[in-house]
């Protein structure tokens, strides 16, 4: 199974890979590794991993140890979208070790390489360009083709 991997920068933009060997397998939240890991072209680039989810959608968590479903206890916060001032509900997570499971995973980046992301991942710059295109023209037809209230 394909495990997909979010990276994201300091500026905000973030490219997406997806990873079909066990390179990352046995990692945890918090660790750092090297990008050749993932891929050969993002060598001298280092990533820490941030968090994650399963094939399920159960996130992973940095306090639970281990790679099995654990039901915590938690409150607002982590997993915990109830804003009502006391509540305390048993939610499943994952543990922050990364298996087979796992489905997504995000990362950012530690230490730049000397090639730049635009440059490693230029499929994904084009479909933003081609989208805009695509907008942008879809607009003119719609505006040309209204027709005229008299």
Known sequence: MAMKINISDSSGK???????DESLFG?????KFSGKEMKEELEGYEFEIMGGSDSSGFPLSKN???LGLKRVLLKKGFAMRDNTKGIRRRKTIRGKQISNTTALLNVKI???????LEEIFSDQNKKEEAKSESLESEAKVAKSSTPAVA
């Open 27 to 31: 990692k945890s939240i918090g660790d």
């Open 14 to 20: 973030s490219w997406r890979l997806e990873l079909q």
């Open 110 to 116: 530690v230490k730049s390489g000397a090639k730049k």
């Open 64 to 66: 639970a140890e281990g």
